[in-house]
């Protein structure tokens, strides 16, 4: 069973900057790594992706310019670095790890259990 640990969330003003990152409990080489976020009421939705060989991203149109996202394979790990936090960026943020970044994107096959990232304006 693959666990997926996220942290880095918490709270940051209007304008400032988080890290996020999720560490896998299995060898990520082989797989696309994303970032969701959920906010209340709301259902989730897909932030960002990264291909297994991080030549390729894909980011939502409210992440673009100011969300980047990386992965270090020889830790396992994927980051969002968030910059220009919005009131409307408030949400929790999950990691998740899927096949292929269309199915990273999509249906991923694993979720981690989330980060609460707060914004104050």
């Known amino acids: 069973q693959v666990q997926l640990v996220e942290s880095g969330g918490g709270l940051v003003q209007a304008g400032g900057s988080l890290r996020l990152s999720c560490a896998a409990s299995?060898?990520?080489?082989?797989?696309?790594m994303g970032w969701f976020r959920q906010a209340p009421g709301k259902e989730r939705e897909f932030v960002a992706a990264?291909?297994?060989?991080?030549?390729?991203?894909a980011y939502a149109d409210s992440a673009k310019g100011r969300f980047t996202i990386s992965r270090d394979n020889a830790k396992n790990t994927v980051d969002l670095l968030m910059i220009s936090l919005k009131p409307e960026d408030p949400a929790v943020y999950f990691c998740?790890?899927?096949?292929?970044?269309?199915?990273?994107?999509?249906?991923?096959?694993?979720w981690g259990q989330g980060t609460q990232v707060t914004v104050s304006s």
């Open positions: 299995t060898r990520t080489f082989n797989y696309a």
């Open positions: 990264i291909s297994a060989s991080g030549r390729n991203t």
């Open positions: 998740a790890l899927g096949n292929t970044m269309v199915v990273v994107t999509t249906t991923p096959g694993y």
